[in-house]
Nanobody
Framework: QVQLVESGGGTVQAGGSLRLSCAAS????????MGWYRQAPGKQRELVATVANGDSTNYADSVKGRFTISRDNAKNMYLQMNSLKPEDTAVYYC?????????????WGQGTQVTVSS
């Protein structure tokens, strides 16, 4: 089991920046991939960015060049969001995928609201 807690959301004007944090606890040694997803009102949850063990990263086209995902150890993950746009407004969720005995399992945080005003 892995527990995830996000922080750092808030309201910012367009063009501004925010930094989201995700703290993992529990069976963190089994985590193989972490990432950020977001869900805007009336829309499906979508991938924002992921970072795998070994630090390879992947970004949605809509955030490339503006957002940066990072991990400083097995416990903490961050999302630096620059040049924010109103369309970035959503609830942002931290995600972790574990791999144990040949089986992968996803875990989710409770979400943190990001609101970008125009």
């Amino acid at each position: 089991q892995v527990q995830l807690v996000e922080s750092g959301g808030g309201t910012v004007q367009a063009g501004g920046s925010l930094r989201l944090s995700c703290a993992a606890s529990g069976s963190i040694g089994s985590i193989i991939l972490m990432g950020w997803y977001r869900q805007a009102p009336g829309k499906q949850r979508e991938l924002v960015a992921t970072v795998a063990n070994g630090d390879s990263t992947n970004y949605a086209d809509s955030v490339k060049g503006r957002f940066t995902i990072s991990r400083d150890n097995a416990k903490n993950m961050y999302l630096q969001m620059n040049s924010l746009k109103p369309e970035d407004t959503a609830v942002y969720y931290c995600n972790a995928v574990t791999f144990v005995l040949g089986r992968s399992s996803p875990y989710w945080g409770q979400g943190t609201q990001v609101t970008v005003s125009s």
